[in-house]
């Protein structure tokens, strides 16, 4: 079958499968089966395994305790390795062969972006996306809940730090040459902006590549003072390691998608780096959520706490309460209802969506490495 006809027949499929009427895929009277598709090998495995490690560690407490009303949960992961392309292979298969309920715990912006047609396609749901891209939130995707706040709110965190905090002026970017970098450099942009002030030089690399020599030398020949970073943890810690060798020491911050948790560790020298996070700290959160999560982890013998994994457990609780608010008559737009009108409570942390941009959590937290 030529590449043409297998686009043709995968369309047609979508179409079916959204018109199918009450047909629900992915359910059955003893389990309801979710698809994930994120990065479980390559340079940004860490964030694929840990979020897929904190929502499989409560997945598995709740099977144990009888499922979702009797119906256990299977999470079926395919790798993609943070690569466009292979999300959409992993997608298509999840909706034509799978028959999956629910698309859960995707990690990216571009592999995001790259699936949107599909989603629209088949108005699958699409829950708990590791992004805060701004084209999951506006206009507002009916099918689509977002946990964690938005880059938007990140970035705008990082500027005022940058700007009214420390009251440095000349700021230059380092992006990540794809949708992840354009829609974070945008809200740089626009933060900016709002405080009279713009980047004075812009950078770039490759994703899943750590080659920033280039555009180190560029912020370098232009003298700045801070640099707002948009990547992955490798890359990152590649290019603050190689500043402060070249006895360059600006000031970085960073979106919560490079996870502070192994970017600090892996950082040779006493830099100054804030990233803007979108949980509590697991490890030192007084919260009763916190310390729920660590039991658990403890009784599931994980031998790390950090700021992803506890995103993807939280968001396995928050699909595993809607769904128990459907009872018996689990459907996916009974799921997608749940998720627009209640208020839920996972232990003492309330989320409530905004009906504007389906997002539940709104509050940004700092972890900065000196």
Known sequence: MSANLKRYFYYFCLFFLSFAGQAEFGISADKITIGMSNPQSGPSANLGQQFKLGAVTHFNAVNLQGGINGKKIELLSLDDGYEPLQTVENTRSFLLTKSVFALFGYVGTPTSHSILPLLESSQIPY????????????PDKKNVYNLRASYHQEI???????????????????????????????????????????????????RNTTDIDAALTTLIQHNVNA???????EPLSEFINASYERDFKPVFTTVSFASSDELFKKLKYSSHVLVTEVVPNPK????????????????????????????????????????????????????????????????????????????????VFASINN
């Open 127 to 138: 829950l708990m996306p590791m992004t805060g891209a701004s084209f999951l939130r506006t």
């Open 156 to 206: 705008q965190y990082q500027v005022n730090y940058l700007l009214n905090q420390l009251k440095l002026k000349n700021i230059g970017l380092l992006i990540q040459a794809d949708e992840f970098g354009l829609s974070v450099e945008n809200e740089i942009n626009e933060a900016l902006s709002m405080l009279g002030s713009q980047p004075i030089v812009i950078t770039r690399f490759k």
């Open 227 to 233: 640099i707002v970073l948009v990547g992955t943890t």
């Open 284 to 363: 030192s959160c007084t919260m009763k959520i916190c310390k729920s999560f660590r039991a658990q982890m403890k009784k599931a013998k994980a031998e790390e706490l950090n700021h992803i994994n506890f995103e993807g457990y939280l968001s396995a609780m928050l699909f595993v309460e809607a769904a128990k608010k459907c009872g018996e008559e689990l459907t996916q737009q009974c799921l997608l209802t749940m998720l627009k009108t209640q208020t839920f409570t996972l232990d003492d942390l309330i989320i409530e969506f905004n009906p504007q941009t389906s997002q539940g959590l709104n509050q």
